[in-house]
């Protein structure tokens, strides 16, 4: 390399290696009123949320402290001398290795570099080590123990040495390839993402948000816009078949993501399966709320959502059931919905799809670890301010679950190395946030996850109406997913006995998406089936088959076999009362936030 082009180098770096650090730092760890997710990457905010955990009753393994701590000298004092050894330019071995999937020391330096060797082996083993002092610790309260374990990955993630500018090799190797004018570029990255983030969250940019455009390469299938309220759209969708069976599926997507993940392209609509395979079929758009709309509460989603959308349906197509088909959020409020229903003897759910959706939640995962009284009033105070809450902090929340995969890869490559990342439909459609109203956000959160109301017989009550899950008596098909770290499988599993109908459990492979758009054309991933329903999910899997490829023509026949007529195909837009509004996706989907 010309000493010209060694010294634009350090130019570049020290013109901005200090302003970026520095910046990064401040984002990242910044004090907000709402006691945001991005605190956990604070080593302030750790200490004191160990001050306050060990407040409580704790009991420490005196033994197994020492015993980590022994460990911890002894790897330290080998590091030391096969380090010194490495650098005289004899062979060294490794005193620890990262994890078997770890992919963040995949370059070749981590181990052929004495000096990148050592900073990983140091960061594992001082890793090992926090870890360990958690492990020797038994708190009072499994929740609090639960809390402490989250955060305390959270921070050792945060501190790897990948995500730093010079201690990680790959970072190095792009700096000096472009002169320094990765950095230049990842500083661009930076700013646009900061420009666009809310003041209590980091939005990271993880695909490229220009590749896709709604109504052109995702939400395609042909549908009709045939109503609407303050809260919804309702679309219907065009019938692939001339005959079509006599129930209607109407999908109920979650209020905190929009419905397109249910119609991304062609191949992986699920909207496309059921018309292809002769459903009639209309779906709940979402509207992405401001905060005119802030005291619409859960209930009154319902009433706008899955209430008025089954008026109109059942009108359309002159059916007096429908089959109802909930996701996530969308399947806990419909499952609030049917028994709202069957507890005033109303009778048009013919049957209740629940895709990975929550019930009973006493076992929330790792979602509940942001959960404290403390942090829940700085979120409903947060939400009572704005009128929302930012669907963008939701975001980060969720990414941070998976923190190595959905942040500090996206925050390496687009920051430190200056790339753009690649398109992606499924994270264009993650990264596409939609508020809550603070209502709706206040009243979830406090009813189900915080109190858990909806598994106690008239735990809730709705208008005078004591909600039950037991009263509802129609089909119910679960659907879960093994690796959903959003909605973990045994917890969804918890709803099949709290209904009182005709129950099936289906498990599938993969997680909280592709588990469930999982079609069979590509089958990538297995399923799980059982017949019977032991109390217990471990039991039940434990009893359950193995049946390559997707789950969907499974769901195929069950809904079929509740009700196999025929009827001539309902037409969009053809019932006087209700006119084609607009083409689908429609308006309400493409308001989007930032």
Known sequence: MEQQDKQEILDTLNQYAEQFNSMVQKILTRQADSNDAAKMFDPQHLQQLLTTKLADKVEVDTSKLVENQMEFMRQQTELWQQASRAMFGEKAEAVVSESRGDKRFSHTDWNENPVFNYLKQAYLIN??????????????DPKSAEQVKFYTRQYINSVAPTNYLFSNPDVCEEILKSKGQSMLKGIENFMRDLEQSPLEAFKITQTDMSAFELGENLATTEGKVVYQNDLMQLIHYTPKKAKTYAPPVLFVPPFINKYYILDLDEKKSAV??????????????????????????????????????????????????????????????????????????DERIQSLTLLTTLT?????????????????????????????????I????????????????????????????????????????????????????????????????????????????????????????????????????????????DTRFVLAGSGHLAGVINPPAKGK??????????????????????????????????????????????KPGKHKSYPIIEDAPGSYVKRRLG
């Open 127 to 140: 890793s090992k080590m926090l870890q360990g002092m958690m492990d020797s610790m038994t708190f009072a």
């Open 272 to 345: 496309k399966g059921l018309l292809e395979n002769g459903f009639s079929v209309f779906m709940i758009s979402w509207v992405n709320p401001d905060k005119s709309l802030a005291d619409h509460d859960f209930v009154s989603y319902m009433k706008h959502g899955p209430l008025a959308a089954l008026d109109v349906v059942c009108e359309i197509t002159k059916q007096p059931k429908v089959n109802m088909t909930g996701f996530c959020v969308g399947g806990t409020l419909s499952a609030v919905t049917a028994a709202y229903l069957r507890a005033q003897g």
């Open 360 to 392: 009973d939640f006493s076992e929330p995962g790792e979602i509940g670890n942001y959960l404290t009284e403390e942090s829940l009033n700085a979120m409903e105070q947060n939400a009572d301010i704005k009128g929302v809450y930012d669907g963008r």
């Open 394 to 501: 939701l975001g980060l929340s969720f990414s941070l679950l998976r923190e190595n995969n959905l942040f500090w890869s996206y925050f390496i490559n687009n920051y430190l190395k200056g790339e753009d990342p690649a398109a992606f439909d499924i994270l264009f459609w993650n990264s596409d946030a939609t508020n809550i109203t603070a209502a709706c956000f206040k009243q979830y959160v406090r009813t189900m996850y915080w109190e858990n109301k909806l598994r106690e017989p008239g735990g809730m009550v709705i208008d005078g109406v004591p909600i039950d899950l037991g009263n509802i008596d129609v089909p119910v098909y679960f659907l879960a997913t093994i690796a959903d770290h959003i909605v973990l499988w045994q917890a969804a599993y918890k709803g099949t006995q709290l209904v009182g109908g």
């Open 525 to 570: 991933y297995p399923h799980w089936i059982n017949e019977d329903l032991p109390a217990d999910a471990a039991a039940w899997f434990d009893g359950a088959t193995q049946h390559e490829g997707s789950w969907w023509p499974d769901w195929y026949n069950w809904l079929q076999s509740h009700n196999d007529k025929q009827v001539t195909s309902p």
